[in-house]
């Protein structure tokens, strides 16, 4: 059994069922820090929608509050999240302009060390994820 996730009738991108339910989870998860709808929606049994421009803007809102962070585990637990989302916004054909946007500080959830204020995200880690997520991501 697998999860379908469509683009119109472009078919993006096909997970077991178990990855696909995680991912679809982890938007809902992450649609409060966003403040915007994950646009997707079910179709279907195990076959979702994805509406391309309400999704690309809810991932645009998630990488701009990744790269304004500097809490270590908050950027952790969205990478998984964001590389698997920045894949099918390409594959629909969409844009994240925050992806190449330079970002101020974030001054919610900081992240305090022995050290000082926790770094931000190294320049190019979410494009380096993207790719690696697309190579095992079957459509």
Not at 77 to 92: D, K, P, W
């Amino acid at each position: 059994m697998s999860q379908i996730f469509l683009v119109g009738d472009e078919d993006v991108w096909n997970p077991s069922n178990g990855v696909g339910l995680l991912f679809l989870r982890s938007a809902d998860a992450l649609a409060p820090i966003a403040g915007l709808p994950t646009g997707i929606s079910p179709t279907e049994p195990d076959e979702w929608a994805i509406d391309m421009p309400v999704f690309a803007a809810f991932v645009d809102a998630i990488v701009d509050r990744y790269q304004r962070s500097t809490h270590l585990v908050l950027r952790s637990l969205m990478e998984g999240f964001i590389a698997t989302a920045l894949v099918l916004v390409e594959r629909g054909g969409a844009q994240v302009p925050s992806l190449g946007a330079n970002p101020g500080h974030d001054t919610a959830d900081l992240s305090a060390t022995s050290r000082g204020l926790g770094a931000r995200a190294t320049a190019g880690r979410l494009a380096t994820l993207r790719d690696a997520h697309a190579r095992a991501m079957p459509t």
